[in-house]
Structure formats: C-alpha cells, structure tokens
C-alpha cells in the first residue's frame, strides 16, 4: 500500500470497512423516506424497473470514477479536481462536489430529528397519539420541539465524526448496517403479510406500461443520485480512504446491490401496508413526504403489536439516518481538514456551527420562519431543490468531463486494474461516462429547474 507518501492521510481498515461505510453512505433517508414515495406516485413496478436499470448503468459508472479518482489522488473533492490543472472550471467541479454535502446535512438532520422524536414516542407508548390528524403538522410548526430534535441528531452526527474515521464511522457502519438489514427483512414480512396487502407487492413488482410518464425517468435518475450518494463528494471522499489493494469495482457492485436491495426492502415495507390501510388509495400513495410522517403511523396503529412495529421501524430509519449523515458530514470535514490544513476537531467544530445555523432554518420553517419562503418553498424544501435538483447535475457533469475530456478513461482504468484487478464492465463504464452520463444529468438539470419556475408540470 502507498500510505507511506500520506502519512496523515486517515483509511478504512479494509473492503468491509469501505463497502459498509459507502453502503451507509448510500442507504438512508434516501431509500427509505424518499424511494417508496416515488415509486408509489410515479407508477410502483415500471418506477422501480427503470431505477434499476439506471442503477446499475449510469450508477455503476458515477461510483466507479468517484471512487477511483478519490483513491488516485488521496483527497476530497476539492484537491482531487485540482489535481489536474488549475482550470477555472476544475476548481469549480471541486468545490460543488464539496459544497452539497455541507448543504445537505442540516435539512437532512432536520428529518433525523423527526425520526428520534417519533422513535421516543413509541418507546413511551404514544404510538396512537403520532397517528392522530393533524399530529405531525403541529409538531414541525411548533418550532421550539422541532428545533430540540434536530439539535439532537445533529450533535449525536458530529460526536461520531469527532472519533475519527476507524472509530467513528466505520466502526458506527459496521454495527448498524447488519441490524438496518436484519430490520428491514422483519418488517417487510409483517407488512406483506398484512390483508389486502398483496394488491401492493403486485403494483410494487410488476411493471405497468399504463403506468409510465416521462417524468418517471426524470424522477428514477434524481433519486439514483441521491440513493446511491453520486455527485456529493462522499464517495470521492471514502475513496481517498481506500486502501489500494481493495478492489474498486468488486466493492462498487456490493454498495449498489445492498442499496438497491434495501430500498425494495423499504418500498415492501411502505407501500403493501399503505395498500392494506387504503385499500390501494391513489391519494395515499401520492401523500409524498408525508407518506412515512402521517400514514405509516395510522397503518401501525391499525394493526396488531403496532407499537412494536413502530419502534422496530423508527429504529432502522434513524440508523439509515445516521449512517448517511456521518458520510455527508465526514466528506464536509475532510474538505476543510485538507483544504485550509485544520485539525480533524476544528474542522468538525466548524461544520457544527454551520449545520445548527442552516439546520435552525429548515427546522423553523414550518413554524415560526413559516412567512418566509423562497420560489414558494419553505427553507428545507428549498435546501432539498437546490442541491437535488440544481447542485448534483452539474457536479456529476464536471465529474463525466474531468474523466472523459481531461483524465481520460485510461487512467480510471489503469487505477481500478491495479494489482490485477478485475475492469469487467469497462465497456460500460466507458460509454456512460463519455457520452450517457453528462446527457442524463444535463437532462435532470433542466427538467427539475423547469418544473421548480412551473414552466412544466410533473
């Protein structure tokens, strides 16, 4: 291994280290609040077909050039776009790369935060009171409990961050990802076996032309982004923490089957319930973000041991939470760590302050800060539009051009080779990142941009 040129430089203890880590990376709020929801509005089997075909395409070849130009250049974004040459533009792939992640996480310990207080709740045996009308609506305008939540997750984030990366993070990965699987497999067999829940499995499964829009595709390709962590410097990150005898392209094949295994394991879980609820309501399925805050919890109080359920389903929610905003608060410390030369401790220190200033904003904004809006969206919604719909695209564009126009595909090639691996789908990889991969994002990019300003409906 060449950990002698960067003494300093942190690194997983091995592939199970990395794989997991990336995994928690991967699957989290994503998967599990963000994936049933659309495929339950946007057609269930056809929405699901097309993000696994995406997934193991255009996914499979952003986790590869992330990962291998983490590991070429041992930094995060910022240094490793830099790396090669002093181009404006370089420097700015970088720094978007650098800069979603720091945006992502205080919405993002926002809804953390909502998970603890549901998770507390049921553990006292409120279940009923959390599936009473109105109940979610008056505690994320209440402002003061809301902003207490939050504060929680994101201090209980930041001390896991402050451990390091083998005992922090790899060690929190390790324990929770086995446990979050073991989980989503229990209450996914409750919840099928449900009645009138098999109408759900069928729409969930079996792909429905009828069903199918454009905006399908649009949608399948943003959640890619979001529940495979591409384009948001985590995976640039971890990869400049991989050990070179680990190979990139066997880890990258596990992190997509374990992420794409989950959140069908979440849309299992989420979607036959709901059917065997609503009897296969449209307007439930189309609930949105509200669908696990205000109807998996009338679902769970409709059915038997729904307290347990409850606690068993916040729990594997919150630890999918967690394990995704340590990768996006790590990626953030390890710009600062590398870009302006701060201790681990002080760098953390600064993203905390970033993240209780942004964060209060999203965590108020149902309540108190309910007046101030952007484009009509509240301060979360906002955070979510711009580094989902706007930020991601152009970093991975960057990305497909700084490997295709500037690297060259050889070189990703000759990294993810070393020591006799395996470049099985090189073919693939090859053809997405030069021509696919940018078309796609630029797609997603005006599509979602389009949609935000209402010159199109989706």
């Known amino acids: 291994m060449d950990t002698h040129d960067h003494p300093k430089r942190s690194a997983f203890s091995g592939k199970i280290g990395f794989v997991l880590a990336a995994a928690g990376a991967s699957v989290g709020l994503g998967n599990i609040w963000r994936f049933p929801y659309l495929a339950a509005k946007y057609g269930g089997g056809i929405f699901l077909l097309i993000y696994i075909l995406l997934a193991f395409t255009f996914g499979y070849t952003m986790i590869m050039a992330e990962t291998a130009l983490g590991r070429m250049t041992r930094k995060s974004p910022v240094g490793a776009f830099r790396a090669y040459g002093g181009r404006k533009w370089l420097a700015f792939g970088g720094w978007i790369n650098a800069v979603i992640p720091i945006l992502i996480v205080p919405y993002y310990s ?110 399948a390709m943003g959640q890619m982004f979001y529940s495979l962590s591409i384009a948001m410097g985590i995976l640039i990150t971890f990869g400049s923490y ?14 997509e089957i374990f992420d794409t295994a989950i959140a069908i394991m979440a849309g299992l879980m989420i979607i036959p319930a709901v059917f065997s609820f609503s009897g296969g309501d449209p307007e439930t399925l189309q609930a949105g973000p509200a669908l696990m805050f205000i109807t998996i919890p009338k679902v769970f109080d409709s059915m038997g041991m729904g307290t347990l359920v409850g606690i068993l389903f916040f729990l594997l929610v919150l630890f999918a939470a967690v394990t995704s905003s340590i990768a996006l608060t790590e990626s953030a410390v390890s710009t600062f760590e590398d870009e302006l030369g701060w201790t681990r401790e002080k760098a953390t220190l600064l993203i ?35 580094t989902n719909s706007v930020m991601m695209p152009i970093a991975a564009i960057t990305t497909c051009l700084l490997v295709s126009r500037i690297l060259g595909v050889e070189s990703i090639e000759a990294e993810v080779t070393l020591n006799g691996q395996k470049f099985r789908r090189k073919p693939v990889f090859n053809f997405m990142i030069r021509w696919l991969c940018p078309i796609f994002a630029v797609i997603i990019l005006i599509s979602s941009v389009a949609n935000a300003l209402g010159l199109i409906a989706m």
């Open 110 to 219: 926002v809804i953390g935060g909502w998970v603890i207080r549901y998770l507390i709740e049921y553990l006292l045996g409120h279940g009923s009171d959390l599936a009473a009308d109105g109940y979610f609506n008056s505690f994320i305008s209440s402002g003061l409990s809301a902003e207490l939540s939050f504060a929680v997750f994101a201090v209980f984030t930041l001390s896991i961050i402050f451990a390091g990366v083998q005992n922090g993070v790899e060690r929190v990965s390790k324990l929770m990802m086995p446990v979050l699987a073991v989980l989503s497999v229990i209450i996914a067999v409750y919840s099928v076996t449900r009645p009138g829940a098999l109408a759900g499995v069928k729409y969930f499964l079996i792909p429905n032309l009828e069903h199918f829009s454009w905006m399908t595709v649009v949608t």
């Open 242 to 255: 991989m050990k070179k005898d680990v190979s990139i392209e066997g880890s990258t094949e596990n992190v």
């Open 352 to 386: 905390g302050g970033i993240m209780l200033a942004l964060g209060s904003l999203s965590a108020l904004g149902y309540g108190p800060l309910s007046g101030f809006t952007v484009f009509g969206m509240q301060f979360l919604d906002l955070f979510d539009f711009l």
